[in-house]
């Protein structure tokens, strides 16, 4: 991810001390870095983003992504492999290399799906702690639903009454339905839904099924089922067709298929994050996507080899809640739960000391 600043985010209003040119010249240390720090291990993910408070939000400073496979064969054994622990292990003192050099006000580390549902979850961060000094805490599904709200807050417009706000990860699918009010009170979680499905268990489960039609529509169709209650208890559909609803997507899926649908050479964040496409190019771009194959996915600069396998069970993820929810137009958002854990920590930290309050975290030294 580049180094690029977010649109400006309500709640982080005037200067900061950490802008102005004299702050280089400041003692380096927790209690004086400007920095903050998030960092996410997912079930198919390891990522950390280092950004320094702006005005209207922040400044990307570092960032860290690797495919780890936390969950790979979690679905069959309940269990987090131990070649799947060393991966992610690996990645989290690669992240702890990065933050030794450059020292943070604070940091949030955080564990989802695959922790959340693995029998030795807790051991696995346990051993994470001794070995790397990182205290990582298990978020709920409300909690993830909460944190990709507040990081594309800023996405939205005055004509938005509800945002669809759907987040297709490793192993869950998370789906917000969020009430938007005028002004300067921020969006409302009115419901969530946490589906067990996601890129990795989908992969592993059927996989080379998804490159046939009947395989991929298969998990449509399974994938939809299991949607129709949640929409059935909010009336969506019904809001849907009043008007007002913008669908809005923060997983790899809806970025790489902005990234096919723009035709862009590479992927670059800045011409996608934030870029609204009719569901008609999103359909096509899924349909090039299908059409590729193994070979073309790997091949495709917006894919590559090492996203393969999950690609086709994310869009067949993303084809289920587009046919149960029918909105013309998708707002990609490449954004998530870093994003909004660190506007939580600058606020936190803007607000002044209070009680459990996120603390510096200088703590991993000698672990790494």
């Known amino acids: 991810m580049p180094d690029d600043a977010l649109p400006a985010t309500p709640g982080l209003p005037g200067p900061d001390p950490c802008d102005a040119p004299a702050a280089a ?14 960092l996410d291990l997912g079930t198919n993910n390891c990522r950390l983003l280092v950004a320094a408070p702006t005005p209207g939000g922040f400044r990307v400073l570092d960032s860290f992504s690797r495919i780890v496979r936390l969950g ?69 599904p409300r909690e993830e639903a909460e944190l990709a709200m507040e990081s594309c807050a800023p996405l939205l417009d005055r004509h938005d009454r509800r945002v ?70 909010h009336c969506i559909g019904q809001e849907i067709r009043a008007g007002g609803v913008r669908l809005m997507g923060t997983s790899g899926t809806v970025t790489t298929l902005a990234g096919v649908a723009m035709a862009l050479p590479r992927y670059r964040r800045p ?29 495709h600069p917006c894919v590559g080899p090492d996203r393969v396998e999950f690609v086709l069970p994310g869009c067949a993820v993303f084809a289920a809640i587009r046919e149960v929810w029918p909105v013309p137009r998708l707002t990609v958002a490449d954004r998530g739960l870093r994003e909004g854990i660190l506007l939580r920590l600058i606020r936190a930290d803007r607000a002044g000391p209070r009680r459990n309050a996120p603390r510096p975290f200088p703590h991993w030294h000698g672990h790494a």
């Open 25 to 38: 010249a400041l003692p380096q240390g927790p209690a004086r870095s400007c920095a903050f720090a998030a």
């Open 72 to 140: 790979e064969g979690l679905a069959g054994t309940g269990r987090l492999s131990d070649a799947a622990m060393d991966r992610a292990l690996g990645a989290l003192r690669s992240c702890v290399e990065k933050l030794g050099r450059r020292p943070v006000r604070a940091l949030q580390a955080v564990a989802t799906e695959a922790c959340r549902r693995a029998a030795n979850g807790p051991a696995f961060l346990a051993r994470v702690e001794a070995e790397t000094g990182l205290r990582l805490r298990v978020i709920s």
């Open 164 to 233: 669809l706000l759907f987040d297709i990860g490793g192993g869950s699918t998370e789906i917000a339905w969020v009430r938007v009010h005028p002004g300067p009170r921020p969006p409302e979680l009115i419901g969530y839904i946490s589906v067990p499905v996601g890129v990795v268990t989908l992969s592993e489960r059927c996989g080379p099924s998804c490159f046939t039609e009947a395989g991929f529509r298969a998990v449509v169709e399974e994938v939809a089922e299991r949607l129709h209650g949640f929409d059935a208890v």
């Open 271 to 299: 011409l996608v994050d934030g870029q609204t496409l009719d569901m008609e190019m999103a359909d096509r771009a899924l349909g090039d996507l299908f059409a590729l194959g193994r070979e073309g996915l790997a091949a």
